[in-house]
């Protein structure tokens, strides 16, 4: 997405009426002219298009204690039967620009390094970077460590209705994607005795709203001495 | 309401998870088999999380449609950076240019040309009538430009077939006879003309 690209925010808004006629031409001018911008306009199209009887089916209203039970019972039940088995996601996205990802490899492992060995390491300006007038931190694990950490924490952010946790490992493989509810984790067993010994590791938080925007990030460095 | 939705059903919701993945599926057609499974569960993980929040939702239909919208451009956002910009479908919709021009050769090597003309000359166009042009190449249907701006059905027919005609006017002095008659028919075929 390029800079002037409108945001995800902006798209959606468009869709949904809630955006001035000036701004709708705006965004409509931006998108004949922008290939990618007319793919995610074109995707929302289709989506509203093969949608529209069904979720128009659903109340439009707030839901009863009793649906929202039901409703939660129903995704927990669902949620549980997809299971763990998506949490190692191996990247697939190198292909052609592989070049780039070494390059950034290289940077990380440097700025690792150079974390770890500093006196500074994990002062609060490397601890926590936030957005949106909120403070969103990491709490553990963060540092030279004695055995692969199992517990994650942060603070919790404002508005922050879900958050993404991801750790990744020298070779950018992402070791943990997940989706929780609360502003802590703890590793499953199979993905702890992964974390190996000498080596470090990036591990971030994004904090989502509502809608599944994106309020808030920040990320540091741990590894296992 | 009607009788589609039952809060009940796990169905309702896998139907919903399954048609935004399709969509990205189709708008990313040379995705590799593990690329498809990774945005399969990441469509399905989403649209369950987002149903078992379990707080209070002023407008739940609301608020299932700004969730289904974000999930799926999230999962689009992630993919479009490893894309190559010729791996991102045809931009502008020209079909109806591409259609015609198809039956006649001196006017499909010109295509691209034409394509080039065409959108300088759309962003000539009065406001409200290019607007209306720009999403009627964009692929939308009449019904849902109106929809999508406000206005009535007849409105929206009314600006399109102005913003063609207009159309066909800025772009005639650049091409040669058959193309000229090519954006003519073009128009034609629009059954755009007011009542």
Same mark, same amino acid.
């Given at each position: 997405?390029?800079?002037?690209?409108?945001?995800?925010?902006?798209?959606?808004?468009?869709?949904?009426?809630?955006?001035?006629?000036?701004?709708?031409?705006?965004?409509?001018?931006?998108?004949?002219?922008?290939?990618?911008?007319?793919?995610?306009?074109?995707?929302?199209?289709?989506?509203? *298009?093969?949608?529209?009887?069904?979720?128009?089916?659903?109340?439009?209203?707030?839901?009863? !204690?009793?649906?929202?039970?039901?409703?939660?019972?129903?995704?927990?039940?669902?949620?549980?039967?997809?299971?763990?088995?998506?949490?190692?996601?191996?990247?697939?996205?190198?292909?052609?620009?592989?070049?780039?990802?070494?390059?950034?490899?290289?940077?990380?492992?440097?700025?690792?390094?150079?974390?770890?060995? /500093?006196?500074?390491?994990?002062?609060?300006?490397?601890?926590?970077?936030?957005?949106?007038?909120?403070?969103?931190? *990491?709490?553990?694990?963060?540092?030279?460590?004695?055995?692969?950490?199992?517990?994650?924490?942060?603070?919790?952010?404002?508005?922050?209705?879900?958050?993404?946790?991801?750790?990744?490992? !020298?070779?950018?493989? +992402?070791?943990?994607?997940?989706?929780?509810?609360?502003?802590?984790?703890?590793?499953?067993?199979?993905?702890?005795?992964?974390?190996?010994?000498?080596?470090?590791?990036?591990?971030?938080?994004?904090?989502?709203?509502?809608?599944?925007?994106?309020?808030?990030?920040?990320?540091?460095?741990?590894?296992?001495? | 309401?009607?009788?589609?939705?039952?809060?009940?059903?796990?169905?309702?919701?896998?139907?919903?998870?399954?048609?935004?993945?399709?969509?990205?599926?189709?708008?990313?057609?040379?995705?590799?088999?593990?690329? &498809?499974?990774?945005?399969?569960?990441?469509?399905?993980?989403?649209?369950?999380?987002?149903?078992?929040?379990?707080?209070?939702?002023?407008?739940?239909?609301?608020?299932?449609?700004?969730?289904?919208?974000?999930?799926?451009?999230?999962?689009?956002?992630?993919? *479009?950076?490893?894309?190559?910009?010729?791996?991102?479908?045809?931009?502008?919709?020209?079909?109806?240019?591409?259609?015609?021009?198809?039956?006649?050769?001196?006017?499909?090597?010109?295509?691209?040309?034409?394509? !080039?003309?065409?959108?300088?000359?759309?962003?000539?166009?009065?406001? &409200?009538?290019?607007?209306?042009?720009?999403?009627?190449?964009?692929?939308?249907?009449?019904?849902?430009?109106?929809?999508?701006?406000?206005?009535?059905?007849?409105?929206?027919?009314?600006?399109?077939?102005?913003?063609?005609?207009?159309?066909?006017? *800025?772009?005639?002095?650049?091409?040669?006879? /058959?193309?000229?008659?090519?954006? /003519?028919?073009? +128009?034609? /075929?629009?059954?755009?003309?007011?009542?």
């Amino acid at each position: 997405m390029r800079k002037r690209c409108p945001d995800s925010k902006a798209l959606v808004s468009a869709f949904f009426g809630d955006m001035t006629q000036e701004k709708k031409a705006k965004l409509i001018e931006h998108t004949f002219q922008c290939p990618p911008c007319e793919l995610r306009f074109k995707a929302l199209r289709k989506i509203r *298009l093969e949608l529209e009887d069904k979720v128009n089916s659903i109340p439009s209203r707030a839901l009863t !204690e009793e649906e929202t039970n039901t409703l939660c019972k129903l995704a927990e039940e669902r949620l549980s039967e997809m299971g763990d088995r998506h949490e190692i996601i191996k990247p697939r996205f190198l292909g052609r620009f592989r070049f780039v990802y070494v390059a950034a490899a290289v940077v990380l492992v440097v700025g690792i390094a150079t974390v770890i060995f /500093s006196d500074r390491i994990f002062s609060s300006r490397f601890m926590s970077r936030s957005s949106d007038g909120g403070t969103l931190r *990491l709490l553990e694990p963060i540092g030279k460590l004695p055995s692969p950490p199992v517990h994650f924490s942060w603070t919790a952010f404002p508005d922050a209705d879900i958050y993404l946790i991801q750790i990744i490992d !020298e070779n950018l493989s +992402i070791i943990l994607m997940k989706d929780v509810f609360v502003p802590e984790y703890t590793l499953p067993r199979n993905l702890a005795t992964k974390l190996q010994r000498g080596k470090a590791y990036l591990w971030s938080i994004e904090a989502r709203n509502d809608y599944g925007e994106k309020i808030a990030f920040t990320q540091d460095y741990f590894m296992i001495r | 309401m009607s009788s589609d939705f039952s809060f009940e059903s796990k169905e309702f919701f896998e139907d919903i998870a399954n048609s935004v993945r399709n969509v990205i599926f189709d708008r990313f057609p040379n995705m590799s088999a593990q690329e &498809r499974e990774d945005i399969e569960q990441e469509v399905k993980l989403k649209i369950w999380s987002v149903v078992s929040r379990g707080k209070k939702i002023d407008n739940f239909r609301s608020y299932l449609w700004k969730a289904i919208y974000n999930t799926a451009l999230n999962a689009i956002n992630r993919r *479009l950076p490893s894309c190559a910009l010729e791996e991102v479908r045809e931009p502008v919709d020209f079909q109806k240019t591409h259609h015609i021009s198809a039956s006649e050769p001196e006017v499909a090597l010109e295509d691209r040309e034409m394509k !080039e003309i065409v959108r300088k000359a759309v962003k000539r166009l009065q406001d &409200r009538r290019r607007t209306v042009v720009e999403l009627h190449f964009i692929g939308m249907h009449r019904t849902e430009i109106a929809h999508f701006l406000n206005m009535s059905e007849n409105q929206a027919r009314h600006l399109l077939y102005r913003g063609l005609h207009d159309l066909a006017d *800025l772009v005639e002095p650049h091409l040669k006879g /058959s193309s000229n008659l090519v954006l /003519s028919k073009m +128009i034609l /075929s629009q059954e755009v003309k007011p009542e």
